[in-house]
């Protein structure tokens, strides 16, 4: 059956000079039932809150509460608020869980004397999560700082991961280049001088230049990033917490041969979507990842750190392809 035709409304402006002005205005009435609406809608993504250890934890979740569960694991200096494009991608058919951690977006930011901010706690924070939420099997989207995150819970219990999906996360020392040396210099001796001379990566200007960097079109990449990003990070006492967290970063570099013994031995189905102009965390640490991994999928995308900004949709897709395939 042929549906009817839209409604016209004619909407005139009275008086002499609007009349001159505005002959006449055409709008389209579109019913509730017009199937371009079913086609347009999205997934509704719920903000919520939990509490875990005393701390309470933010957390985004959408798509149907009996899919696959995505969870999706963060860098620095950034928050789930990266993943605010692809959760309604990915949403059709997965449940998609994305956490701020601690001292990040919107979740609490204890005093460093209450909190220890360390990949080791932040990992279990969100194994908790998990629990807590249900998520008994997930695929990780692993991204920078969700990397050591993501690797503690996989090699804690692999059986509980469906699936590897790596965007810029590193797990090998292939991948620590030029941009750690003044990092390393800090783990080798945490004296205050060296632990000061990190603070320029807490800038606004640095936090532009790690959205911007590598970029085919800076211009496309949105400001909303560091106008969320830095006032977050400007917070009081949040500058020393992001010091302790380079500083714990160290810790993850022992585990690198247990990671990748993990990959050995488990062979998580594992989809690579590296932008590859990264200056922080470079594709050499990408390659690393073909030697230990046989079901894996690998691309190299023209684009820097933050790879969804410019290439999200290219991301989204490879994803659902790769899940729909593995899953």
């Known amino acids: 059956m042929t549906p009817p035709r839209p409604a016209r409304v004619l909407i005139a402006t009275l008086g002499a000079a609007s009349a001159l002005a505005i002959a006449a205005a055409q709008t389209t009435i579109v019913p509730p039932e017009h199937p371009a609406l079913a086609q347009r809608s999205a997934p509704t993504v719920a903000h919520r809150f939990i509490e875990i250890d005393g701390v309470r934890v933010f957390y985004r979740e959408a798509g149907p509460a009996d899919g696959p569960v995505v969870l999706l694991l963060h860098g620095f200096p950034t928050s789930s608020h990266m993943f605010r494009d692809l959760i309604p991608t990915l949403a059709d058919r997965y449940r998609v869980i994305a956490p701020d951690y601690p001292g990040f977006g919107n979740s609490d930011a204890p005093p460093r004397d209450k909190f220890a901010y360390t990949f080791d706690n932040y990992s ?182 933050f790879a969804l900004e410019e290439d999200g949709a290219t991301i989204g897709a490879l994803i659902s392809a790769f899940l729909a395939e593995r899953l």
């Not at 400007?234 to 013994?261: H, K, M, S």
Request: net charge negative; charged share 20%.
């Open 124 to 305: 279990k924070i969100v194994g908790a999560l998990a629990e807590r939420l249900g998520a008994k099997q997930y695929a990780l989207y692993l991204m920078d700082y969700g990397a050591p995150v993501g690797y503690r819970l996989a090699a804690r219990h692999p059986e509980r991961v469906s699936a590897l999906i790596v965007q810029n996360g590193n797990a090998y020392e292939e991948g620590l280049k030029a941009f750690w040396d003044p990092i390393k210099k800090y783990w080798a001796d945490p004296a205050q001088a060296n632990r000061d001379a990190l603070r320029t990566l807490l800038t606004r200007d640095a936090t532009i230049w790690q959205y911007t960097h590598g970029t085919r079109n800076p211009a496309a990449i949105s400001p909303d990033n560091w106008n969320v990003d830095q006032p977050l990070l400007d917070r009081p006492g949040n500058n020393d917490i992001q010091l302790d967290l380079f500083y714990d970063y160290r810790t993850n570099v022992p585990l690198y041969p247990a990671w990748q013994e993990y990959f050995r031995t488990h062979q998580p189905p594992t989809l690579i979507v590296w932008g590859k102009n990264d200056h922080i965390f470079p594709a050499d640490g990408a390659y690393p990842y073909l030697r230990d991994l046989k079901d894996i999928e690998f691309h190299l995308l023209n684009t820097g750190h």
